[in-house]
């Protein structure tokens, strides 16, 4: 079993920058690949980024390459996820997720566990 918490959302006007952090629980826990998901009010959960359980291999969604970079410390079981010129169509909840596989993955169903979600915002 692993327990993700997520943290460090908030409101920021656009082109802004926020981090976001996902502490793991759990031995076990750096064998997992890692994700983030965004879900805005009235859309369906999106992919974000992926990270390897090494950080070897690195998937990011198009609409925020260039502008988000993972990153994670398996001795501390945390993945960060620093996003900069943030955009109001950056606005929902973030979740981040652990897949058993331990490959970057990218489809909602390949993660195993969640966190609660945390609200980011971007103001125009």
């Known amino acids: 079993q692993v327990r993700l918490v997520e943290s460090g959302g908030g409101l920021v006007q656009a082109g802004g920058s926020l981090r976001l952090s996902c502490a793991a629980s759990g031995r076990t826990s750096s064998t997992y690949a890692m994700g983030w998901f965004r879900q805005a009010p009235g859309k369906e959960r999106e992919f974000v980024v992926a990270?390897?359980?090494?950080?070897?291999?690195?998937y990011y969604a198009d609409s925020v390459k260039g502008r988000f970079t993972i990153s994670r410390d398996n001795a501390k079981n945390t993945v960060y996820l620093q996003m900069s010129s943030l955009k109001p169509e950056d606005t929902g909840v973030y979740y981040c997720a652990a897949s058993k596989s331990g490959m970057a993955v990218i489809r909602v169903y390949e993660y195993d566990y969640w966190g609660q979600g945390t609200q980011v915002t971007v103001s125009s």
């Open positions: 990270i390897s359980r090494s950080g070897g291999t690195i």
